[in-house]
Nanobody, 124 residues
Framework: QVQVVESGGGLVQAGGSLRLSCAAS????????MGWFRQAPGKEREFVAA????????NYGDSVKGRFTISRDNAKSTVSLQMNSLKPEDTAVYYC?????????????????WGQGTQVTVSL
């Protein structure tokens, strides 16, 4: 099983940018799709973005389309989430997730392994 650890969260002003990274270890990285989810206080865990094993197929949640970009580097066993034009409603704990090879995980029940999460806070 693949273990994943997130990094890169922090505090940023609205309109700013952050880049999250997720480092994987364990089994071969490029046989898994990867994804990002987020969870704000009092809310359900929400799909953010997913990428297939090769990086050729990506999917995004409606609330982040056009602002966030997911990418992966199989040689380094990492997946990244570039977040631009951040809004206060993007404030949440962001989780890296391991999922199906062909699509990556787009719903929580597709996730085989979760990271511990990293906090992103967007201020006005």
């Amino acid at each position: 099983q693949v273990q994943v650890v997130e990094s890169g969260g922090g505090l940023v002003q609205a309109g700013g940018s952050l880049r999250l990274s997720c480092a994987a270890s364990g089994r071969t990285f490029n046989v898994y799709g990867m994804g990002w989810f987020r969870q704000a206080p009092g809310k359900e865990r929400e799909f953010v973005a997913a990428i297939n094993w090769s990086g050729g197929i990506t999917n995004y949640g409606d609330s982040v389309k056009g602002r966030f970009t997911i990418s992966r580097d199989n040689a380094k066993s990492t997946v990244s989430l570039q977040m631009n034009s951040l809004k206060p409603e993007d404030t949440a704990v962001y989780y890296c997730a391991v999922g199906p090879l062909r699509t990556g995980p787009t719903i929580p029940t597709m996730v085989a392994s979760w990271g511990q999460g990293t906090q992103v806070t967007v201020s006005l």
